[in-house]
Structure formats: structure tokens, C-alpha cells
């Protein structure tokens, strides 16, 4: 079945840039989601790509998508204490996403002073 | 504008009993999603309803069934609890299976 991979943790410093890294196996996905995770809270989604484009900037965030890969990635600018969460990968199949979103196991984003 | 709202937030059921679990999606959405995420896991898709309809189930038992009524709201019902039906259910809406906007969750412990 389909599978979505993310490293479990990634630690950076306050002001540095973060980048959170995924890998997925369904070669239809047509839309790929980042969704962020605050202790106790549901999902916020942050940002999405469509399959048919290499890249997305919204303000702090950058989205690289190489498709031949399979590799999905997203960089926080100028990371700050409030980015500490878990980062969750998604993908939807070209099925309209009536498979549901398949999600990866998530990483945790860790700030450091 | 309110978003998904989901009740109750938190809720403690003993192994053998049954569960219901309310949602109403974001002004607009017609399709309703629910998953289950197990502590440290990712959410894991249960499945959609659209039109009142289930659209697609994911690799979830009988026990787990589902409702849409015709104002888009939704329920999920889980039979027969078991120690591992522990969870956060969360419900997702979206404009038929598009820009998903999820809840806060339902935490569930069976005890």
C-alpha cells in the first residue's frame, strides 16, 4: 500500500533555517500537505503542492517537490520558538482523495535557545 | 467563521461499550473525514462521507460505522471497544475531497 516516511526529529536554532524532509510511494498523489501539530491540538494545515509544480513559497515557507523522487520538503524560514511541533507530510491519490490523506508518522521540530 | 467543531474533547468508555463521536464541518464543506491517530503515530484515514453517503473506507473493522446527516454534519460510532481504540479521532472537512480543514479531535480512552 501507499507509504509516507519522515525523519522523527530534526533540532535546529532559534533563527536558523528548518528543513523537514518526506518521502512517499504513490505515484498518483496529485495534492501533497504539510500539517502542523501543537501538543493537545488538532492538525493546522500549513501549506500544500500540487503534483504538476517543482515548488511553493507562502511568506516563511518553501515547498520543493521532486516528483521523479518522490521527495517532498519544507523549509521554515527564520525558525522561532512558536514552530516547535510535529510536522506531519500528507498525500492525496489521484482517486480525489477518496482514499483519505495518508499521512507520515510526523517530525518532531525541536528549537533550541 | 467557525471551523470544525468536534465533541466531546475528551472521553473515558470501559472495553466492551460503545462510542459516538460528533463533528460539524466548516461553513461551506460538504465531506466529512475521520481518522484515528494512536499516540505517536500519524492519523490514519477511517473514512469519507459525502451526500450522506460513506465514499470510502480505509482498512478499519466493522465496528467503526458512520453517519452524515443532511446539513453535512457527522458521527462515528465505534462498537465493542477494545484497550486499542484509545485515540484521537479527528474529524477533516473539505469542499467535496479538497483543502481538508481538520478539528481539534475527541480523545478516547478505554479502559
Not at chain 1, 26 to 39: G, R, V
Not at chain 2, 50 to 65: A, H, I, L, T, V
Request: aromatic share 12%; with cysteine.
Amino acid at each position: 500500500g501507499e507509504d509516507v516516511e519522515q525523519s522523527l526529529f530534526l533540532s535546529v536554532r532559534e533563527g536558523d533555517s528548518s528543513v523537514i524532509n518526506c518521502t512517499y510511494t504513490d505515484s498518483s498523489s496529485t495534492y501533497l500537505y504539510w500539517y502542523k501539530q501543537e501538543p493537545g491540538a488538532g492538525l493546522q494545515l500549513l501549506t500544500y503542492i500540487f503534483s504538476n509544480m517543482d515548488m511553493k513559497q507562502d511568506q516563511r515557507l518553501t515547498v520543493l517537490l521532486n516528483k521523479k523522487d518522490k521527495h517532498l520538503s519544507l523549509r521554515i524560514a527564520d525558525t522561532q520558538t512558536g514552530d516547535s511541533a510535529i510536522y506531519f507530510c500528507a498525500d492525496e491519490n489521484s482517486g480525489g482523495g477518496a482514499d483519505g490523506l495518508t499521512f507520515g508518522k510526523g517530525t518532531h521540530l525541536i528549537i533550541q535557545p | 467563521d467557525a471551523g470544525v467543531t468536534q465533541s466531546p474533547t475528551h472521553l473515558i468508555k470501559t472495553r466492551g461499550q460503545q462510542v459516538t463521536l460528533r463533528c460539524s464541518p466548516k461553513s461551506g464543506h460538504d465531506t466529512v473525514s475521520w481518522y484515528q491517530q494512536a499516540l505517536g503515530q500519524g492519523p490514519q484515514f477511517i473514512f469519507q462521507y459525502y451526500e450522506e453517503e460513506e465514499r470510502q473506507r480505509g482498512n478499519f473493522p466493522d465496528r467503526f460505522s458512520g453517519h452524515q446527516f443532511p446539513n453535512y454534519s457527522s458521527e462515528l460510532n465505534v462498537n465493542a471497544l477494545l484497550l486499542g481504540d484509545s485515540a484521537l479521532y479527528l474529524c477533516a472537512s473539505s469542499m467535496d475531497s479538497y483543502g481538508y480543514t481538520f478539528g481539534s479531535g475527541t480523545r478516547l480512552t478505554v479502559v
